[in-house]
């Protein structure tokens, strides 16, 4: 029983960690969605909305960022910080959010929203 | 200079040469030119809009993009009137040979160019952008 425990820890720790890769612009363009926000509170709803299932460090953060601005899906502007320099204030660009809405409607609400599947779902726990 | 710019400079310039050489050519057989000339004319002139065009959306939108826009538009003028200018004034292919090697380079160019770009977005690998 506890080898079994032991394997299937492993098995979803396994599935868990491919899962989760790619899932990051899903969860910065959500949390922009919400509303602009900094690198700081972009981090805390991504860990709040996935229980801490998703996480990044502040450099991958950055770094994602910065991809998603070059190609045009969010923009930012300097904001005053509390103390120090100034804060950049990220926000969902047009293109962005329609990519966004795109994707969520073709890969979450067209599958995972249909009956059966929710329904599915809803009996696999 | 953006790297879409430099691209489309060297598109420019095969482009044109490939456009005076074949009219070189069609002068050679004074029959019926007129013609093809008029086609060549159409299809040069629809090849700086096309990808001239293409080009320009590769580039960022935050890399200034009426000067951009402006600079695509001088490159378009520039470059054809300078190998237009060297054409008339000194090298002047009268051979059939010349607009067939222009045209594998341009088609050379171009396709290479297409098959770089169909896996990227703005100069990123899709798995590097979306990781």
């Known amino acids: 029983m506890d080898k079994d425990a032991g394997y299937e820890r492993q098995l979803l720790e396994g599935w868990e960690e491919v899962f989760k890769k790619g899932q990051l612009t899903l969860w910065i363009l959500l949390a922009l969605k919400h509303g602009p926000k900094h690198m700081a509170d972009i981090k805390q709803f991504i860990e709040q909305g996935t229980n801490n299932a998703v996480t990044a460090d502040n450099a991958s953060m950055y770094r994602a960022l910065r991809r998603y601005y070059v190609a045009e899906m969010v923009d930012f502007v300097a904001a005053p910080g509390d103390r120090g320099p100034e804060r950049k204030v990220y926000k969902l660009s047009p293109i962005g959010g329609r990519v966004l809405q795109r994707f969520v409607e073709n890969n979450i609400l067209n599958v995972f929203y249909k009956p059966e599947i929710r329904s599915l779902l809803e009996r696999s726990i | ?131």
Do not use: H
Request: overall charge positive; aromatic content about 16%.
């Open chain 2, 1 to 131: 200079m953006t790297k879409n710019l430099k691209l489309f400079s060297l598109f420019c310039l095969l482009w044109s040469t490939l456009f005076y050489s074949i009219l070189q050519w069609v002068s050679l057989n004074q029959d019926a030119r007129v013609i093809p000339e008029i086609v060549a004319t159409i299809v040069y002139t629809i090849g700086f809009g096309v990808v001239g065009t293409y080009l320009g959306k590769g580039d960022s939108i935050r890399d200034v993009r009426f000067a951009l826009s402006v600079w695509y538009g001088v490159i378009a003028v520039l470059i054809p009137v300078a190998v237009g200018a060297i054409w008339l004034v000194g090298w002047q292919a009268g051979d059939r040979v010349t607009p067939f090697v222009f045209a594998f380079f341009t088609v050379l160019a171009l396709s290479t160019g297409y098959l770089l770009s169909r896996n990227k977005i703005k100069d990123m690998s899709k798995e590097e952008l979306f990781r």
